[in-house]
């Protein structure tokens, strides 16, 4: 089974920056769909960015502007960029692997999460 950790969550002050990484233990980053989702207490997990592997990439509106994804298929990291911080970017965040095809989902992998928490 594939391993994803996610790393670089912490404290930061309203305004403030921080880059989220994922490592997978396998070098899928380049066939998959990627992911950054984030749950924060008492609400749904969102999805917050994704990245196709044709680098097609989307954004929940509340993140665009100021969260960023990309991979670097080499490496086999993928990052989430986030600047100008609000406290409702407070959450875990989730790194998410999956690849789809031929009508089928031939995995689905989750990490287990980054708290991320900006102060006001």
């Known amino acids: 089974q594939v391993q994803l950790v996610e790393s670089g969550g912490g404290l930061v002050q309203t305004g403030g920056s921080l880059r989220l990484s994922c490592a997978a233990s396998a070098r899928i980053v380049s066939i998959s769909v990627m992911g950054w989702y984030r749950q924060a207490p008492g609400k749904q997990r969102e999805l917050v960015a994704r990245i196709t592997n044709g680098d097609n990439t989307n954004y929940t509106v509340s993140v665009k502007g100021r969260l960023i994804i990309s991979r670097d298929n080499a490496k086999n990291p993928v990052y989430l960029q986030m600047n100008s911080l609000k406290p409702e970017d407070t959450a875990v965040y989730y790194c998410?692997?999956?690849?789809?095809?031929?009508?089928?989902?031939?995995?689905?992998?989750w990490g287990q999460g980054t708290q991320v928490t900006v102060s006001s």
């Open positions: 998410n692997a999956v690849f789809e095809r031929y009508g089928r989902t031939w995995y689905d992998y």
